[in-house]
Structures are given as structure tokens and as C-alpha cells.
């Protein structure tokens, strides 16, 4: 089957972003992986990267960006994130904290929807925003689940420890306090796809002044509850 459009520069493109969809990628492998000229897969990522088709992990590595996202949910395709919004408008006006929801792209985490807080103090994480696997609850819970070898490898860097990944597992909600953030706390819980895989976090968060040291015991309960209600409606329209 011949996969030209006819039109060379978006067929170069697409094979860009068909490319990154294996994950993080940097240019040497994105050449080795398109068949491009060097020169020519540069300069496709970094025009695609311009447009937030293409992002850069912590490591300065080709992801894929946060427009994909948002184009999604305007076609209508991303059922987490369609379902997922109005539960976070919930979710923000039962807390009084700004949520957002995180998927994992190679080493970082991206924020693919939020419902800030209106007004005071407030953490706000804007959508697009590529933060760190390395510190804060939604990347305790997005590396809690995840295979033993990969687990280990998260670690390494990481603010939080194994036994920490374990009491996660075990409640099966994640809290930080001033790990990403001096000053500021979250709660996430995961919310589970098909075969109760974890495909995304969601959290709130906001300043320890009114999240407290111990920000799971005021807000763990609606954010688990918030999760379970995504994944219920996901599993429902699987089918």
C-alpha cells in the first residue's frame, strides 16, 4: 500500500510523528527510524515542535506534544479526556483546589486537562506543561503501577523511594508535600483503562497553607472517587 499523499513535506512530517508514537526519540534515532536526512528530520521536528506537535523530554528528546491532545478532544476521539473535563470541574468545586489530569510521555509527565481555582492562592499547572517523573503524587502514581524494571529505572533521580511506590500501591492513592514544588502539595489517584491498566493521574493541588502536611488525608477520598467515576464511564463506552 503506498502511504505518499503526494504532498512530500507532510508525508516527511507524519512519518516524524509516526515515529515518535514508539516514544521519546532523539534525532539520531528519529533518522535511523524515518529514513530522513539529518538535516531534514531536524528541521521537521523542530517546526512540528513550534506547532506543540513535537515536545522535548527532560533529556532534550523528541515526545509527542500537547496539541495532539487537544485536537483529539476537539474531533471527539479522546474518550478520557472527554469524560475526564466535567469531572474535574466537579472535583475542583468540591476541594476548592485546582485539578488537573497527567498522561506520562517517556520521562515526563504532561498535563493534558485542568480546572483551575478561580480566585487566591493556587497551584496552577498549565495544559501542555511537561513536568517531571521524578517528583510530585501524579508520578508516584503513574510509575506505581508500572513493570518492575521500568519501576526501577523511574527511581533512579527520583524524590520518592520504592517503599513509598509500595504504600501507593496499597492505599492506592499518592500525596507530596513540596516535592515538585516548595510550598505546595497534591493528591492523584489513577484512573485505569482497559484490562486495568493505568493510563492517567489526577490530581489537586495547591498551597500546604491550606493542604497541610498531610494533604491525603483532607483530599484523598474525592480524588479517588473522581478516578473511579473517569475509569467506570471508560470502561462502560469500551464496550
Known amino acids: 500500500m503506498d502511504n505518499s499523499s503526494g504532498v512530500g513535506v507532510l ?5 516524524v510523528l509516526n515515529a515518535l508514537e514508539a516514544g521519546p526519540a532523539s534525532l539520531a534515532s528519529l533518522v535511523q527510524s524515518t529514513g530522513l536526512a539529518r ?19 527532560a533529556q532534550g528528546r523528541f515526545i509527542l506534544g500537547p496539541r495532539l491532545a487537544e485536537l483529539a478532544v476537539a474531533a471527539g476521539e479522546d474518550r478520557l479526556l472527554a469524560i475526564a ?3 474535574l470541574a466537579q472535583l475542583r468545586d468540591l476541594t476548592g483546589e485546582s485539578a488537573q ?4 510521555q517517556g520521562d515526563v509527565r504532561v498535563c493534558v486537562a485542568a480546572a483551575e481555582r478561580s480566585s487566591g492562592l493556587r497551584d496552577t499547572v498549565p495544559v501542555g ?19 518492575p524494571d521500568r ?11 520504592a517503599t513509598t511506590l509500595a504504600s501507593v500501591r496499597r492505599r492506592g492513592w499518592a500525596q507530596s508535600v513540596g516535592e515538585r514544588e516548595p510550598g505546595v502539595g497534591s493528591v492523584s489517584a489513577p484512573i485505569r483503562g482497559a484490562g486495568g491498566r493505568v493510563v492517567a493521574a489526577i490530581s ?12 491525603g488525608r483532607i483530599h484523598a477520598a474525592p480524588v479517588v472517587a473522581a478516578a473511579e467515576r473517569i475509569s467506570d464511564s471508560m470502561r462502560r463506552t469500551a464496550t
Open 11 to 15: 508525508d516527511k512530517a507524519v512519518l
Open 39 to 57: 538535516p531534514t528530520a531536524h528541521r521537521l521536528a523542530v517546526a512540528l515542535e513550534h506547532h506543540r506537535l513535537v515536545h522535548r523530554d
Open 85 to 87: 473535563q466535567p469531572v
Open 101 to 104: 489530569l497527567y498522561r506520562r
Open 129 to 147: 506543561s511537561a513536568l517531571p517523573m521524578t517528583a510530585g503524587s501524579a508520578a508516584q502514581v503513574l510509575l506505581a503501577w508500572e513493570e
Open 151 to 161: 519501576l526501577h529505572r523511574g527511581l533512579r533521580g527520583a524524590r520518592f523511594e
Open 204 to 215: 489537586v493541588s495547591g498551597p500546604l497553607e491550606r493542604l497541610t502536611r498531610s494533604p
